[in-house]
């Protein structure tokens, strides 16, 4: 057996970086605790991250977390993933994490932590931009990231979107 021992790995090529299969190569995010608001029963675009792979072999660790809060007791976000145009959770997206907290005489909306991690194989070498998505399950309602509905302009959260990708 052999054993290697460097105190420098240097890439062959300037800015191709060194590619380790199963290693995190980059990482990329995006984060923020503006308060945006959506009334929208379509899915709305909050937070996004463009990242291009090195290999077509990579795959891609999304982490997406968005604290949301409402105007309406019983409704829920609609919590999706999309690479480009294209929703990359399961169910189209459509993902109700939970019902929210507030009380059915509308005095309380409290907000609550929307969260999914998903690996992706996007096979491509091109820049790419991943969206942390949100819409209503109830017209007529609204939806606040980053702060209950009822404090306006006022966060309570940092909202965040971060990729990683993983060499294949």
């Not at 795959?59 to 019983?74: C, E, P, Q, S």
């Not at 019902?99 to 932590?113: P, R, V």
């Not at 999914?116 to 017209?139: H, R």
């Amino acid at each position: 057996m052999s054993t290697l021992f460097v105190d420098t790995i240097n890439e062959k090529t300037t800015n191709n970086g060194v590619y380790i299969p199963g290693h995190v190569l980059q990482v990329k995010e995006t984060k923020s605790t503006a308060r945006t608001t959506t009334s929208s029963t379509s899915y709305v675009d909050f937070l996004t991250v463009s990242i291009t792979p090195s290999s077509t072999s990579s795959k891609i660790l999304i982490d997406a977390r968005l604290y949301v809060g409402t105007n309406w007791w019983n409704n829920r976000s609609k919590f999706a993933i999309a690479r480009d145009s294209t929703i990359i959770t399961g169910n189209s997206g459509n993902l109700w994490p939970w019902q929210y907290g507030a009380d059915s005489s509308n005095s309380l909306y409290e907000f609550m932590l929307n969260t999914v991690i998903l690996l992706d194989s996007p096979a491509t070498t091109s820049a790419i931009t991943y969206k942390a998505q949100l819409a209503n399950q109830n017209s007529g309602t609204t939806l606040a990231m980053n702060g209950n509905y009822q404090t306006s302009g006022t966060s309570y959260g940092q909202s965040t979107i971060i990729v990683m990708e993983i060499g294949g």
